[in-house]
């Protein structure tokens, strides 16, 4: 590893370890400041027949949701505030991953690279990093695969992701250059087995598993599988696909699909293919895959792996996140909260209660 690329790597640990409770409330203010500004701009130009900015304000304040989460995801335009309290928005979880989430856990998932890198058991597809990265090198990644998948390094929610080919050394060129900017990674393009693939031929189509993993113990908490659609590359929903939660017990796809529109669909919209009854190929294998991942470094307390089935079946890793949202796949489609299951578990898992955490006040104590 390069000088330059072990300072960065330590300056971003040192920004981790030394948050502090004024850094979450400077957090905090930009959030209500950003969440607020969304919202009023929203009713204004989509007009809905639901809810009122005021009642968002209430709805805010109480449980930080964002416009999309009372409006769309969790519909508390419709919810009295008992049924509201059932739910862990994406900002109270993210409250408590920064404060119960290990900084060095947190580093390796944030930096795609190293997380290839840590994670290699899980991972068979070819892959470089645009660290010192030669152009004879780069020209002979991109003319050795039919497709290559460039990622920025620390990108998140399938933004800035391309997908490119080979056309010739100039463009190549003028590729490497954008590469070498933007520190990226590149990843020869792999495909989902047929029954997967069968979704939407044109993107991966993940599988998510969230996981609460300590003290030698790991539960799946939740899962889901996702689709592109409209001819798109990318499978996230943020980034326009679709998805459906899966039984974690059996493997078999629970509901419709959903987009992040609130948008139902029993089929998918480009192939027709039903979601809901799908069962997932190679379930087990997932499961035990997701199980020896979270005991694969020390203190992986939360998880959402994103993973493939490849048409030989075996199981690959894509992607991990450190913080993994709740909004997609076992909150919204249902439309019931999981707060108080994902309480349980982690008192059972890591053995605290993880909601005062989510209190700009609580102080902090190092889990073990």
Request: proline letters at 4%; glycine letters at 8%.
């Amino acid at each position: 590893m390069s000088l330059r690329k072990r300072l960065s790597l330590k300056n971003s640990l040192r920004k981790l370890l030394n948050w502090q409770p004024a850094d979450e409330y400077r957090l905090r203010l930009a959030e209500r400041k950003l969440f607020f500004a969304e919202a009023r701009r929203k009713f204004v130009t989509e007009k809905p027949q639901h809810g009122s900015f005021r009642d968002y304000k209430r709805a805010f304040r109480r449980h930080r949701v964002t416009y999309a989460e009372y409006m769309y995801s969790y519909e508390f335009w419709r919810l009295d505030e008992a049924k509201r309290n059932r739910f862990l928005s994406t900002s109270e979880a993210q409250c408590i991953y920064r404060k119960a989430g290990d900084a060095k856990v947190r580093l390796v998932f944030k930096n795609k690279a190293l997380f290839l890198n840590t994670f290699s058991d899980f991972v068979t597809r070819d892959w470089i990093s645009s660290e010192e990265l030669p152009f004879e090198t780069f020209l002979q990644f991109i003319k050795r695969h039919e497709g290559i998948i460039l990622k920025p390094n620390e990108g998140t929610r399938g933004k800035g992701i391309e997908k490119i080919h080979y056309q010739g050394d100039e463009e190549a060129e003028a590729i490497y250059r954008r590469v070498m900017q933007n520190r990226c990674i590149l990843e020869e393009c792999i495909t989902a087995c047929e029954e997967i693939s069968a979704f939407h031929p044109q993107s991966l189509n993940t599988i998510r598993v969230v996981t609460v993993s300590g003290k030698g113990k790991c539960e799946l908490f939740g899962a889901l599988i996702r689709m592109g659609a409209g001819g798109s590359f990318v499978d996230n929903t943020h980034a326009g696909g679709i998805y459906a939660p899966i039984d974690i017990a059996t493997g078999t796809v629970m509901t419709d699909g959903m987009d992040a529109h609130n948008r139902h669909f029993p089929k998918h919209p480009d192939t027709g293919k039903p979601i809901k009854g799908f069962i997932v190929p190679h379930w087990l294998d997932i499961v035990e895959t997701c199980r020896r991942a979270s005991q694969h470094i020390p203190n992986i307390r939360f998880a959402g792996w994103d993973l493939c089935v490849l048409p030989n079946g075996k199981v690959e890793i894509i992607e991990g996140n450190h913080a993994p949202d709740f909004d997609g796949g076992m909150q919204a489609p249902l439309k019931t909260g999981v707060k108080f299951r994902f309480q349980q578990t982690v008192k059972e898992v890591l053995g605290f209660d993880p909601l005062p955490l989510i209190s700009i006040f609580h102080k902090t104590k190092k889990q073990g």
